[in-house]
């Protein structure tokens, strides 16, 4: 066993009997555990009773975590004119139009977010089949392709979070690193578990959140208590 696996084991056994636990334990003992050289991400696993092949039971949106993500996000901005102009003052790292069309199409993607502004989508549509299976399509409900370029750039920047259900009603995000301070991680998975208990879709029937757990990158996960998760 290497020391991956000695490492696993060793943190499973700090995870035994822990079902259900408060946010706080929650976040201690993920903390606590993630030992990798490297600074592990923090993520949050919500199992929601929702069928997102449904329209009306679809789980999406964006929230702006209180303490940042950790994590620099690169933006790409399809905009021209004064809205390009705003968009570099922002902080975009690429800005185009047909330009960054091309190079997204000839497959040079570096970027982690995709804004654009309306009148570009007739240009981003077409690359639905490069942008779509990556989430970084532009869509209205999460901000996304906006006239406030200056804003959705600055909210990505500084620790927005994009969500949506998978096909199982999963869904997942990293919500901080382990580096942070406990109080800061739990603020950040409280904002998380709000907005994604706002985001409840009309057709969503039973249960909504049946199950919340934590995890680091590389450690195994710890289930939350709902109810303290939500803060009901």
């Not at 696996?5 to 056994?13: E, F, H, M, S, V």
């Not at 003992?29 to 990798?36: C, D, E, F, R």
């Amino acid at each position: 066993m290497g020391k991956m696996g000695k490492r696993l084991t060793a943190a499973r056994a700090a995870f035994e009997g822990k079902e259900n636990v408060t946010v706080e334990e929650a976040v201690d003992l993920v903390k606590s555990n993630a030992t990798a050289k490297f600074d592990e991400t923090i993520e949050i696993s919500m199992n929601l009773g929702v069928d997102p092949r449904h329209a009306d039971q679809m789980v999406r949106g964006s929230v702006n975590l209180p303490n940042g993500t950790g994590k620099s996000v690169r933006v790409a901005v399809f905009a021209r004119g004064p809205k390009a102009e705003e968009a570099t003052k922002a902080g975009a790292d690429i800005v185009g139009a047909e330009d960054l069309m091309e190079i997204v199409q000839g497959g040079k993607i570096e970027f982690d977010r995709c804004i654009a502004t309306p009148d570009m989508m007739p240009i981003v549509g077409r690359l639905g089949k490069v942008l779509g299976p990556r989430n970084l399509m532009p869509n209205p409900k999460v901000g996304t392709v906006t006239m406030d370029v200056a804003e959705a750039v600055t909210a990505a920047k500084g620790g927005q979070v994009q969500f949506k259900a998978e096909k199982n009603g999963v869904v997942h995000a990293g919500v901080g690193k382990a580096s942070f301070d406990a109080v800061k991680l739990a603020e950040n998975v409280r904002a998380f578990v709000d907005a994604v208990s706002k985001a409840k879709p009309a057709g969503a029937k039973g249960t909504y959140m049946k199950k919340v757990s934590l995890t680091s990158t590389m450690g195994p996960g710890v289930s939350v208590d709902v109810v303290s998760a939500t803060g009901n």
